[in-house]
């Protein structure tokens, strides 16, 4: 008798999540909010708090670091706007220098380059190879990349390699606004937050 009770239970409890919809979460919790960006991804950022220094700031890559940007996106959070750098390739996180620049000149060629906003942040990566040594294929997305719910960004510009660091410019819809310089794993992400307001 007691061995038909508890399969009886069994098959209900089946039954019942047979019939479930493949949500885990108990409906009292809020949806997440949908990724923004100049591309769609599955992979997020965790959200940190407003920038507020707006210095260059730099630091120094690992030493094994060979990585080729394959992915730029903008997107939105409460305080700032966030731009991402995703790479493909070998070794630990990039180096970088990031600040503000009057002018928008190109590594190696010396071009001055036009750039949408009213200030410019340039980003070194520093660390960084050419696909064909990295083994990883190069963002190959809008250029400007651009994303209507980060309005501080007017674009994304550039992520061309040379001798080692890629360059890329931030045009501004801002005054040289605060600024911070992050990296995160798997993948390797060079993230740039950007005081909003």
Not at 26 to 38: H, I, K, M, N, R
């Amino acid at each position: 008798m007691r061995n038909r009770l508890a399969m009886t239970l069994i098959a209900g409890l089946v039954l019942l999540a047979g019939c479930s919809d493949g949500n885990s979460n108990p409906s009292s919790l809020s949806p997440a909010a949908p990724a923004t960006g100049a591309r769609a991804t599955t992979t997020s950022e965790p959200a940190a708090p407003p920038p507020s220094d707006a210095s260059p700031q730099r630091a120094t890559p690992a030493n094994d670091s060979r990585l080729t940007v394959t992915d730029v996106r903008i997107g939105h959070h409460p305080g700032f706007d966030r731009v991402v750098y995703q790479f493909g390739g070998s070794g630990g996180p990039p180096g970088w220098v990031v600040q503000y620049t009057d002018r928008a000149v190109q590594n190696g060629s010396g071009r001055q380059l036009e750039i949408a906003g009213t200030s410019v942040l340039e980003v070194e990566i520093l660390g960084t190879a050419y696909p064909w040594d990295s083994g990883a294929t190069p963002y190959s997305g809008p250029d400007p990349a651009t994303d209507p719910s980060a309005p501080r960004i007017a674009g994304v510009y550039g992520t061309q390699v040379y001798e080692g660091t890629t360059q890329s410019f931030i045009g501004l819809n801002a005054d040289r606004p605060p600024f911070s310089v992050t990296t995160l794993d798997n993948p390797v992400r060079l993230v740039i937050d950007i005081a909003a307001g």
